[in-house]
């Protein structure tokens, strides 16, 4: 049993929900661990630094899992596993966003291994977990032993009924037109990730202000309890490098590097840049024997500040561009002849293609989580090649960029996709990069609108998305628009905004140093939108408008709603009536519980006939109207006729002719269509039928249309 003075807590409230942080009651082996409880979602962050150095790598090694357990919804997982597998989607991007709003805050040359795990214990459905995560991460991390200095805290900001508000329920972001996550320290913003449905950049300013008050206020929460549990901190010494090779150094760079820098191709000034330094590294060498490893990173430290020198106090990007000025642009559609839908994006040496292809409802993706069970019927997919940058590496599925970069451009276009209702297909779109120097997602975003409008999907408003960057030295800063790879390397932030000309579709940001102001982000969402409405002209010069109808290739859609009373009509025994339509036309057919029917078929034709059976089976018997009937029974009272799948009525042999039959095999056989007419049922509800008074091939056919039947794909 803990006695109560182990146990450190901590409790307040952040836009009126009462939130707890607590220590020293479970996993106290861990470096730092907290638990974090708001409302009935409850999350365990564990922080654990390794007590060795990890030699021979030139980055700081922090890994972050975050896992959602079924067993904190009160589910058991679905399909043939039972087990919680290899980490969903979500679970990834999470993961992703924890990572992103902490990793600023270590010291850039710290070498030791920390492990972040995240276990959501349990959940509500309405206080998500993903913020209530990065808080508790921060403050495991603040009481552990990490080197991890201010306290990073997050808040969700929604719009809702033009009201601005701070930590939306789980329901209430759907109604939203903002879904914001923003995190910072008590001095400035950290991290952005956001989409929106075409707000504007006044809008998404004023929501990052206020973010901050919420900010401060969980920042103080996780101070208060590093007061009361934080262990001593491991000291990480400063980087200093020897004063004489700094200089000598940096004098060689000055004088030799704007002569490397001049070529624009980015493989051949990589090569001219590695041979560069090992030239200067020889020369160093040379004087300085002892200090090979010092000599390499004085060398990278006084690159990286020359190339961001000259841009601060200059104005000079490394490849010559002036700060707004966007790399060479290139568009193309219906590249691929046997896809629904095809674009070719470039900008510079960075190149997308993005490829739609359309299917029906079913075959949208099905996302179990820890709220509900929904399908996806637009999906975009990412994927980076190591070609793309002229590298080999084994190939083993997406990594956590690439799925992080997928669902960004997914966000990007999801505003803009057309209703279910009025666009009935599963969207798949996925984007191959072919060259990259640089903002390849915001390339793929291009790409993809370029796809959907190639496919004749119906999208609202074409969208595109551009990638900014800073460079900081002291109080003097400079925003970059179209930032390339070395851009992104050497700079201080990567900012990228995507949206329509109405109004902003996606954010995401990444910094590198402790935080930025609002004001600084104010003036890159402006430059990012000047930049944006340029792209988007260049697009909507090769393409002005979506194509009028879906691609050839691509599946009808055929919609209708019947009475829920004709379901099981339409199904049959077993399925038996709903499989023999689809046998017979090659269609898919999908019925949901308030009836509305979706007949996906691979041309116009069959998806026809597979309405008119449709029709046929759940419309209502006409009394007095003609039907096309097959005899399926011969008796010697008459004839049993089926004039509707799974619909029979009895043809009696007084009604088979005007004139007296006297054997009725001699005038009908099994198998054969004939034209009959109902008459009034009977009070049991069997259906009779006559030919008396119908001469074969002049009788009107009823109709088997419906005013409710909508086809999408030829128009």
């Known amino acids: 049993m803990l006695q109560n003075d182990e146990i450190k807590t ?15 009651r479970l996993a106290k082996q861990a470096g730092g661990a907290v638990l974090a409880t708001m409302g009935g979602t409850v999350v365990l962050a564990a922080a654990t630094v390794s007590n060795t150095t990890k030699e021979g790598i030139d980055f700081f090694p922090l890994t972050v899992d975050y896992f959602e357990k079924m067993y904190a919804a009160g589910k058991i997982p679905g399909g043939f596993y039972k087990r919680e597998g290899r980490p969903s989607e979500r679970e990834i991007l999470r993961s992703r966003l924890i990572d992103r ?109 206020l973010a901050q008050e919420p900010i401060k206020k969980t920042c103080r929460m996780e101070e208060e309890l590093r007061v009361q549990a934080g262990k001593e901190k491991i000291v990480v010494p400063e980087l200093e490098f020897d004063a ?17 820098l001049k070529d624009k191709e980015k493989l051949k000034k990589e090569k001219i840049l590695d041979e560069f330094k090992g030239e200067l590294a020889t020369e160093l060498l040379a004087k300085y024997p002892e200090s090979g490893l010092a000599i390499g990173e004085v060398l990278d430290a006084e690159i990286k500040h020359f190339i961001r020198h000259r841009v601060v106090t200059e104005g000079v990007r490394i490849d010559g561009r002036a700060p707004e000025e966007i790399r060479p642009i290139g568009v193309d559609v ?73 669902a960004l451009g997914e966000r990007a276009l999801l505003p803009v996709i057309p209703d279910e209702s009025e666009f009935p297909y599963s969207i798949r779109v996925v984007s191959e990069v072919l060259e990259s120097n640089g903002s390849t997602s915001q390339a793929s975003i ?21 990638a900014m960057g800073l460079m900081k ?29 109405k109004g902003i579709t996606a954010l995401q940001m990444d910094i590198k140093i402790h935080s930025v102001d609002s004001d600084l982000l104010s003036a890159a969402l402006d430059h990012a939108r000047t930049a944006r409405l340029f792209i988007l002209d260049k697009m909507l010069s090769v393409l002005p408008a979506p194509r009028s109808e879906v691609n050839p290739l691509a599946p009808r859609i055929f919609t209708m709603h019947i009475p829920g009373d004709k379901i099981g009509a339409l199904i049959g025994p077993g399925g038996k009536v709903i499989k023999k339509i689809i046998a017979d036309t090659g269609c898919d057919i999908d019925i949901e519980d308030d009836g509305s029917v979706f007949v996906t078929a691979p041309d116009g034709a069959k998806g026809q006939i597979a309405m008119d059976a449709i029709n046929a089976i759940t419309e209502d018997i006409v009394v007095g109207k003609v039907y096309m009937g097959k005899v399926t029974e011969l008796r010697d009272f008459g004839a049993f006729v089926e004039i509707a799948p799974g619909k029979s009525g009895l043809l009696h042999v007084s009604q088979i002719s005007d004139s007296y039959v006297k054997d009725i095999h001699s005038v009908l056989k099994v198998g054969e269509q004939i034209l009959v007419k109902t008459l009034p049922l009977k009070d049991d509800g069997k259906i009779s039928l006559t030919r008396k008074g119908l001469a074969a091939g002049n009788a009107d056919k009823a109709s088997h249309e419906s005013d409710d039947d909508h086809h999408h794909g030829d128009q």
Do not use: W
């Open 334 to 406: 219906g590249v691929l002849p046997m896809s629904h839908g095809s674009g070719l994006f470039s900008r510079g040496q960075t190149q997308v293609l993005s490829i739609v292809t359309l299917g029906g409802k079913k075959e949208g993706q099905l996302v179990e989580s820890l709220e509900e069970e929904v399908t996806k019927h637009y999906m975009h997919y990412y994927n980076f090649p190591p070609f793309s940058v002229g590298e080999t590496r084994p190939m083993r599925g997406p990594g956590r960029r690439e799925i992080g970069h997928g």
């Open 10 to 24: 901590v409790r307040g409230s952040i836009a009126g929900k009462p939130v707890t942080y607590e220590t020293g």
């Open 446 to 466: 291009c790409g993809s609108t370029l796809a959907l409008m190639d496919a004749g999907v119906p999208i609202t408003a074409p969208v595109a998305g551009i």
């Open 101 to 209: 709003s902490i990793r600023p805050l270590f010291p850039k040359h710290f070498r030791r291994e920390v492990q972040v795990i995240v276990y959501v214990l349990s959940a509500d459905g309405e206080n998500l977990p993903d913020v209530l995560a990065i808080n508790a991460v921060s403050a495991a991390l603040l009481i552990s032993n990490a080197p991890f200095g201010d306290a990073v805290a997050a808040v969700r900001v929604g719009k809702i009924n033009g009201e601005l508000v701070f930590n939306p329920s789980s329901s209430a972001i759907d109604e939203s037109m903002l879904d914001l996550i923003v995190s910072g320290t008590a001095n400035g913003i950290l991290m952005v990730e956001s989409g929106a449905r075409e707000i504007s950049e006044a809008e998404m300013v004023e929501a990052l202000v």
């Open 473 to 501: 030295e002291g109080d003097k800063s400079v925003i970059l628009t179209d930032i390339q790879g070395a851009e992104d390397a050497n700079g201080d932030m990567d900012f990228k905004v995507a949206g329509t000309a």
């Open 244 to 260: 004489a090779i700094q200089s000598e150094a940096r004098s060689m760079i000055e004088e030799r590097l704007p002569l490397v």
